[in-house]
């Protein structure tokens, strides 16, 4: 089930991981603007890893199946 970007606020704030491309990733970074529109992004950094990506959408990520939310 995609994210939204409530859920991607709340893992960059209190932290927590995401999966994107089938790997953990952690919330590092928000952006307001991407391109040409006024959306929100992020940069998420691989988990165990130095390596990140930018301008990921929400609804490209998904909540780790241990996730337990009411």
């Not at 930018?54 to 199946?65: I, R, S, Y």
Request: charged share 20%; aromatic share 12%; with cysteine.
């Amino acid at each position: 089930m995609a994210m939204t970007d409530k859920q991607m606020m709340n893992l960059l704030l209190f932290g927590g991981r995401c999966i994107y491309n089938n790997h953990y990733y952690n919330v590092v970074g928000h952006r307001w603007r991407f391109g040409d529109q006024w959306k929100d992004s992020f940069t998420l950094q691989l988990q165990n890893s130095s390596a990140k990506v930018e301008g990921v959408f929400a609804d490209q990520c998904e909540l780790p199946p241990e996730a337990n939310h009411v």
